[in-house]
């Protein structure tokens, strides 16, 4: 048995309130530079819905992920490299801006400079891409809180694939919020799909990658990944992709996503597993296997084998820590809530969800029942506004069973949790109707309900013998300057340099957090203005000082 570690996420979707907090901030440090204006690493749909990009769950049409050949082994749908290799100069199985949308800003000059006039100027888009005027018909949140609508929902993959008796009843259906990055996959199909070789999974902690230097702009990964979360930057001519804020996790900090996040929805943990059993889980014949299968690819790391193992792998002793107290761990087995997304793409996704559970003491409340008795509860759960058999398309292949017990635990913990809350004595009967116990809730609903900061994130910081493999390459293409045949055409406004990743001193901004204490408006030159800083050259306090030992 080999062990490797990692990093993995888990939101809970009856928390999130769709605010777009997290795609504001991963924009703003991430993608706010020419090329990538229409790139989201982060960005939350809502359910029922199209996506983003436009239907990128229908595979029929995007060939995303794998699936088994004759011999029942794994082969990307895409095609393998005799296909790729046909096919390399012309990769049609890819979304156009139109699937994205063409980002845009507005003509603001005009506001200031037309001339005095009757009617009140107008401001005008203009193509981000083009610097022409354009027409706005679509954004990456364009179905924003229009789930079910007949012009939108009809389009939802996933809506398709359910009965239609479910479609006829689904006008009455609520709607939910399902924030998305890169999965990480344990079997990335983007990795399995670039021909230089320029995606990879850092064996570290898992982190799924691209090197800037290797990347030739194929955009082979693009098709590959089934989530549709690698971009083409058409500036740089290079693809770009979630980094699940790697800089911060090394020095033992959150994403920022998870960071700025209102509903504090996100867990992150460490997870071990065998990565010599990745390929025989995906393979599994049956997709609605393919949950239990993933599951048994991780390994517990209370167990005293897995514990040697680990050892004898080289994973260090406070990272073995970090996976017993990883709440990614206790989420997904000790109180069995996470789900992963769309499984039978067997890329064994790393960003699991806890399905919403909310409205259905609502819909009891209103019909005079009480919305938090567990009989109620329990008896609701078939009848659900939003369709079993959807939730059960998005995160279990279809297999209704799984998601229907996860709502039973959730619905446990609320009716369990209330009589606590009204001064009654704990009922552990309704912890046992949903296999579990009275204490298992209990510390389910502190991890879900009022957990703080260092629960949440249990995050093992990077270790100095692991630097020459996390270290970040600071040289590029030497055609990349601005307008040379590096920079894939004539647009964007940046001068095409790279932008440093390590835009902030990630161990001061770790002691800051830590620290109780207000900042020192003494020490302002030492820092960075993330938000202000649009990515060129090397901005104030981005590097500490050289102190000066001759005083």
Known sequence: MRVMAQLAMVMNLDKCIGCHTCSVTCKQAWTNRAGTEYVWFNNVETRP?????????DQDRWKGGWDLNRRGRLRLRA?????????????????????YYEPWTYDYDRLFSAPASEQTPVARPRSLISGEPTKITWSANWDDNLAGGPELAPADPVLKRVSDQVKLEFEQ???????????????????????????????EDGIVLVDQDRCRGWRMCVTGCPYKKVYFNHRTGKAEKCTFCYPRVEVGIPTVCSETCVGRLRYIGLILYDPDRVAEAASVPDEKALYEAQKSVLLDPHEPDVIAAARASGIPEDWLDAARRSPIHKLIFEYGVALPLHPEYRTMPMVWYIPPLSPVV?????????????????????????????????????????VRAVLRRLAAMRSYMRRINLGKDPDESIATSAGMT??????????????PYAERYVIPKAHAEQGAH???????CSLDYDGGPGMGGPFGEASGTLA?????NFHALKDRQESGALADPADRAGRVNLLNWDGKGLPQGLFPKRKDNSS
């Open 500 to 504: 440093p990743v390590a835009v902030e």
């Open 49 to 57: 819905g199209q996506g983003y990009p436009r239907t990128y769950q």
């Open 438 to 451: 009275g204490a298992q809730v209990e510390e389910m609903y502190r991890l879900l309900a009022i957990a």
């Open 470 to 476: 996390l270290e970040e390459l600071a040289t590029g």
């Open 173 to 203: 259906a609520f709607m939910f919020y399902l924030p998305r990055i890169c999965e990480h996959c344990l079997n990335p199909s983007c990795v399995a799909s670039c021909p230089s070789g320029a995606m990879y999974k850092r064996s």
């Open 79 to 99: 095609g393998g490299r005799l296909h790729k290799l046909l096919t390399i100069f012309a990769n049609p199985l890819m979304p156009s801006v139109q699937d």
């Open 362 to 402: 609502d819909v009891l409340t209103e019909s005079g029942h009480d919305g938090e008795d567990a009989g109620n509860l329990f008896g609701a759960i078939d009848a659900l506004r939003i369709p079993i058999g959807y939730l059960a398309e998005l995160f279990t292949a279809g297999d209704p069973e799984p």
